[in-house]
Every structure is written in C-alpha cells, then in structure tokens.
C-alpha cells in the first residue's frame, strides 16, 4: 500500500506540498451511518493534486498580527507560539482581565509576532475537540463500527489490559486509558495498516503495522500504545508552549505554524517520526489523514465542538487522604498515563510505606463528591459532574490502587470517602503510593500551569524534570521526593 508522490517545492520559510493521486486511494462511505461498510473509492480521471499553499511573510519584529482564541488557549503557550511575551500580549489585548486561565474560543486578538524561519503547513487536519476522548466520542459503538467493516481489524484479537480483547475492544481501552479519541485512533489504523478496508494484514506489517520498528512495541496492540503516548506528548507540548521545533527522519527540521492547533501539531509531529518527508508532507495535508478520517466518519471540522471553555476553573478539591492525617508527598507533576506529556499527575504516599512496594491499611480518599464511573486494575475513576460519563466534565484518575478493599464502579463518594489502598499495582512503582490526575471533558489538565492542581489549598508547581517540584500553601512548601524527610509532609486540615 505504498503511495506515490510528487516531490514537494520549498519556498522561503514554509514548506510547500504538491501531492500526487496514491496508488492506495482514499476511502468513501456508503451511507452517513457510522455502522455502514467502508469501501475503496475508485480514482477519475479528473482528479488532480490540490494547490500548494502560500508561504507566511517574513513579519517585521513585534508586528501585530490578527488571532482567533482557540479551545484551549492559555497566554503562555501562545507567548511561546508567536515567539513573543505575555505582557506583550497583554498591552496589545487590553479586554484581558488580569487574571485569566483558557482564553474564550473564537477570541479576537492581536499578538505581537517574532519571525522565526522554517514555519511548517497551516493546514489544520483535526480539531482539538475530536483530538481527545471527549463528549464528541459519547455514544461512538467502536466495537459495532470496526466489526461492520471488511478489514482485518474485526478478526484481530490480543491479550491487553489484563484480558483478551478483540480489535474494536483494543481500540476502545487505548482510547479510554490514553482519553485519545477512537475515531483518531482507527482513521490511523486504517491510513497506516488498511486496518478497516483490507481482509488481510500484510506480512510486513504483521510485527509493525503502524511503523515503530522496536520490539517493545510489537504487534497491533504495541503499537496502539506507543501512538497514542505520542500523540499525546505531540498535543499536550503545543497546548504547553514547549514543542517548538518538529525534526524529520533525514534531520531537517520545521516549526509548528503559530496558527496551529494543538491536534494537527501533534500529529505532525507524530508522523514525523515514521515517514520519510515526501510520505511525512502527504499525510499531514488534505489529501493524507484528513481525507481518511473524513471518509470513515465525515467533516471533522462541521463537528467540532470547543472542548476547553474559556476562564476554565478547577472545583475545591481536597487532598486524596483522610482528614488530620499526614502524608508524604512522593512525585511532582508527571505523566497522567504512559511516559512524556501531559504532566497531570502528582503522587502521595502514607509516610511509613515511602520508598518500598508494602501494603497498607490507609486508605486514598475521594477528593471531591462524585460516582466512580470506571474502575480497572488499580484504576478508579471518580466523576465530579454527576452524569456518570467520564468524557464530560472534571474527572480525578486514581492510579496505584490495591485490588483489596478497592471501591466498586457505580459508587456514589462523598469527599473523603475511601477509595482504596494505595499500592505498587498497576504499572511502574518505586513505592507504595497513590497517583491522580484532573481530565475535563476528556482532556488531560496539566498539574502546573495557567490551572494548577489546587488541594485543599495547596498549589503544586512543576520542577525542572518530571516527578520532581513542590506544593506551596500560605508561603509554606513541601518539596517531592520518594524518600521519607520532613519536607515531604502534608497534612489534611480539613
């Protein structure tokens, strides 16, 4: 299923694109229904490479350009963008107040631009909103979709998740544990392995069908793993402001068009790290993704619907253990699920069990009222909205929790109820301890930044590498390690 491709043209700062008809062709649905087959569609003669887009000018310094707020938006990740500073941004906005968390989609603004060269393609290929496991996936049947499809994915089945799973089941837990959007996840499958239209997975792509050729990852379910910890790593970096430059197999390198989405940047820099450049250019542009997903599920862009308000504030959360106790607070902000980004989660641990993997009889407790909407192995989901939907509003992961004594779903909490023991269940563990992370409306929070995780007053605030940093209440700080010492302790007033 190789595709063939016109040489791309370059032009001054910005990689311009040709794209030629692919030998493999784009797919088409045959009716609107997301349960219907999806069957090739045959190429005319009549089609032709879309037009190459122009190029950004090279903007003098500090010039004020026109931005549109996009879901999401935070003052330091677009001072990061646009190469300039929040107070920059500030005197050229004066309607901001002076404090501001998500800015409001569709925001009218002007932002003071410093050139840098090697701007990448403005073409946006997904919203943000259909980027996360979010309210857009409510109701999505993955299973019934993949199963009414003829490709190879409907007969696939591996053992993921301590249990054997079939391949719309392995693409709803990746989705679910990741919060990465089903439909992303099976337009990929289907660009990058035929995963819903071909009847037979080919022998070369049998160990690697998604391309990341290490044995860690091999097989479908691997390689699901591996890229939903990417593009997750690709969106929460933009959203941040850290990712600033994208580097391709042969070395060369481009930066994400400040316009951009988080979505579209993390799968730029997604595919950048499988194909080769003229294969990298094809996938990002309209005739790439887009137009597979577009064919599975239709125009992502008529569906979007901003997941992140503006002026986005956290609930009175208090902290994951009971009332008067004293904890130690084990890891700073780090990552919610897999490795890398986002850093949502922060970690606690009973101080008699910091530094070793023993059992416990302290109990991590509900940070707010709420239903345990999931629970897994040592996982617990705790919904704050009381819809019962962990894709719709604030929902706390809990993580590292013991199989004994462990809450049930279904379980209304009130603040302070137990949840379970912490443990070293469930993944990588130095110590005994329990691990939480914020989602709203399916997307990660990161623990530090314009919306810092806030318990019972304590702030937490990020270090210069994962799991290290502090929380500081009323100018008092307590500083994360997993070794047992007196600045580590935090104790729950309430």
């Not at 959007?181 to 289907?190: D, H, T």
């Amino acid at each position: 299923m190789k595709r063939k491709l016109i040489p791309s043209i370059f032009s001054g700062a910005f990689i311009l694109i040709t794209l030629a008809n692919s030998a493999c062709q784009p797919l088409s649905v045959s009716s609107s229904a997301e349960t219907q087959t999806v069957v090739a569609a045959t190429p005319t003669a009549t089609d032709v490479p879309p037009t190459p887009m122009a190029s950004r000018p090279i903007y003098a310094p500090g010039t004020l350009v026109d931005y549109t707020a996009q879901t999401g938006d935070t003052l330091p990740a677009l001072a990061a963008h646009f190469n300039t500073t929040i107070n920059e941004i500030r005197e050229a906005n004066p309607i901001l107040p002076a404090v501001v968390t998500t800015l409001p989609p569709g925001l009218p603004m002007k932002i003071p631009i410093y050139y840098v060269p090697l701007w990448g393609n403005p073409y946006r290929i997904l919203p943000d909103s259909l980027f996360v496991d979010g309210p857009a996936q409510t109701g999505f049947d993955t299973v019934a979709f993949v199963n009414n499809q003829p490709g190879w994915l409907k007969n696939y089945t591996t053992f993921a998740g301590e249990k054997n799973r079939t391949g719309g089941e392995v693409i709803d837990y990746v989705a679910i544990t990741y919060s990465v959007s089903p439909r992303l996840l099976l337009a990929l499958a289907e660009y990058q392995a035929g995963a819903l239209t071909n009847p037979v997975l080919p022998d070369e792509l049998s160990h690697y069908p998604l391309g990341v050729k290490d044995r860690e990852h091999d097989g479908f379910y691997m390689q699901l793993v591996w890229a939903a910890n990417e593009l997750n790593i690709g969106y929460y970096s933009w959203r941040e402001g850290t990712l600033s430059t994208i580097t391709h197999l042969d070395g060369s390198i481009e930066h994400p068009d400040p316009w951009q989405n988080a979505a579209t940047v993390a799968l730029q820099n997604y595919f950048s790290e499988l194909l080769p450049v003229l294969d990298y250019q094809t996938a990002i542009y309209s005739d790439g993704l887009a137009k597979t997903y577009t064919a599975l599920f239709g125009d992502p862009w008529s569906a979007d619907q901003p997941n992140i308000p503006g002026s986005l504030s956290q609930p009175e959360l208090t902290l994951p253990f009971s009332s008067g106790d004293t904890w130690a607070f084990t890891g700073g902000p780090h990552a919610a699920w897999g490795n890398g980004e986002p850093r949502a989660a922060i970690d606690f641990a009973p101080p008699s069990n910091v530094g070793g993997c023993g059992s416990t009889t302290e109990f991590a407790t509900a940070v707010a009222a709420g239903e345990i909407v999931r629970t897994d192995k040592a996982v617990a989901m705790l919904d704050l909205d009381g819809d019962g939907n962990e894709r719709t509003g604030w929902v706390i992961l809990y993580l590292h929790l013991s199989s004994q004594d462990m809450i049930h779903q279904g379980v209304m909490v009130k603040a302070g109820d137990p949840i379970g023991h912490p443990s070293c269940e469930g993944g990588n563990a130095t110590g005994t301890h329990v691990h939480i992370a914020r989602k709203y409306n399916g997307e990660w929070i990161p623990a530090d930044g314009a919306l810092p995780f806030t318990l019972d007053g304590w702030v937490a605030q990020a270090g210069s590498q994962a799991y290290q940093g502090t929380l500081t209440k009323f100018g008092k700080i307590v500083v994360a390690s997993d070794t047992s010492n007196s600045n580590t302790l935090v104790t729950n007033s309430k």
